[in-house]
């Protein structure tokens, strides 16, 4: 089982930038495809990013192509989302989970509970 625990989410105004993180616990998490979603109210969750088990690899929504990072430290058990240019669409419950495999974007084994982004005027 891996446990993770997303934090940095805040209220930022357009324009701003964030970054997210996601600690890992329980196991290891270099041999995992790490991932972050996103759920606005009222809509379905959406793909965020990817980030492939030692880095190599990774795989962009297209609302967030341009302006958001993914990366991952696997010595420190952790993968993170540096969100720039932030837009009002961008407001909503990041996140991470992660997975075994080899495709980016499939379904994922294990989740976080989630970090409020809220993006203002």
């Known amino acids: 089982q891996v446990q993770l625990v997303e934090s940095g989410g805040g209220l930022v105004q357009t324009g701003d930038s964030l970054r997210l993180s996601c600690e890992a616990s329980?196991?290891?998490?270099?041999?995992?495809?790490m991932g972050w979603f996103r759920q606005a109210p009222g809509k379905e969750r959406e793909f965020v990013a990817a980030?492939?088990?030692?880095?190599?690899?990774?795989a962009y929504g297209d609302s967030v192509k341009g302006r958001f990072t993914i990366s991952r430290d696997n010595t420190k058990n952790s993968a993170y989302l540096q969100m720039n240019s932030l837009k009002l669409e961008d407001t909503a419950t990041y996140s991470c989970a992660a997975r075994s495999g080899r495709q980016l974007v499939a379904a994922y084994d294990y989740w976080g509970q989630g970090t409020q982004v809220t993006v203002s005027s």
């Open positions: 329980g196991r290891t998490i270099k041999t995992y495809i």
């Open positions: 980030i492939s088990q030692v880095g190599q690899s990774t």
